[in-house]
């Protein structure tokens, strides 16, 4: 649960921080389309066969593993876009997982090598066709070494059939808006068994939230560290509205 919740709070803090994302010159170009079953070099390792359900043609990303994908570099010629630019992933996906699928980038975050979790979508497995709308900011994004394309990949729980993908610019604040409430909704999705079968030490607690925090959809609050924050905590008293002290290590 650590381990997803940081994941979760990691791209909404970044980006929260990177603001409005004004389109640029070089975003001049955008939105772009790619129709995966015409545009080979888009795809990377791990793509299956090619199909058609109805008159949507597809690619199908294959069960378990990293689908890569690269996009040319569409924002200019430097390592990563602009200070603030923040852009969504638009991914036409049918429905066929029964978790919600990932969606990596390359970022210089994890490693030098590694893709760094983005977003997570679907996972109703209906077999309808959809739209992910997949943010991905400034820092959340970075050229490998020597290349000229954007990595992405999807991972998926099972063949996952996938149609094209769209990059535009962000449109602020509904695109926040809606990534925050996806968030909220797949980690609530994949924890539910666990939030099921929990024991807590203490009675469900009744928030005490300060009027001007009511409403807003995260609420810090502060206990000292021996005093266990569990699943059925909610802030109490003096908790909201007191410093956070953060330490770090590398």
């Known amino acids: ?64 593993k990293a689908a890569g994908i690269k996009i040319p570099n569409w924002w200019g010629g430097t390592i990563r876009p602009a200070k603030g630019s923040i852009y969504v992933l638009e991914i036409t996906y049918k429905d066929t997982a029964a978790a919600p699928v990932m969606v990596e980038s390359f970022a210089n975050v994890a490693s030098y090598t590694d893709l760094s979790e983005l977003h997570r979508f ?22 490998p070494n020597g290349r000229t394309t954007a990595e992405f990949a999807i991972r998926a729980s099972e063949d996952l059939p996938v149609s094209q993908i769209v990059v535009r610019t962000a449109k602020l604040p509904e695109d926040q808006v809606r990534y925050d409430a996806e968030t909220r909704a797949w980690i609530a999705k994949v924890q539910a068994a666990k939030a099921a079968a929990a024991k807590y ?46 330490r770090m290590a590398r």
């Open 201 to 246: 030490e203490n009675a469900d607690e009744t928030p005490a939230i300060p009027e001007a925090q009511r409403g807003k959809g995260v609420v810090a609050f502060v206990r000292p560290y021996f005093d266990y924050i569990q699943g059925n905590s909610a802030p109490q008293g003096k908790d909201v509205g007191a410093t956070v002290h953060i």
């Open 122 to 143: 679907g996972g109703e497995n209906d077999g309808k066709w959809k739209v992910a709308q997949v943010p991905v900011s400034w820092d959340l994004i970075m050229l």
């Open 1 to 64: 649960m650590k381990r997803i919740m940081r994941v979760g709070l990691l791209v909404g803090c970044a980006l929260l921080l990177a603001g409005p994302g004004l389109l640029r010159a070089q975003d001049a170009g955008l939105p772009k389309k790619y129709v995966l079953a015409d545009a080979a070099d888009v795809l990377g390792d791990n793509w299956g066969a090619k199909g058609k359900d109805g008159e949507t043609s597809f690619v199908t990303a294959a069960k378990g």
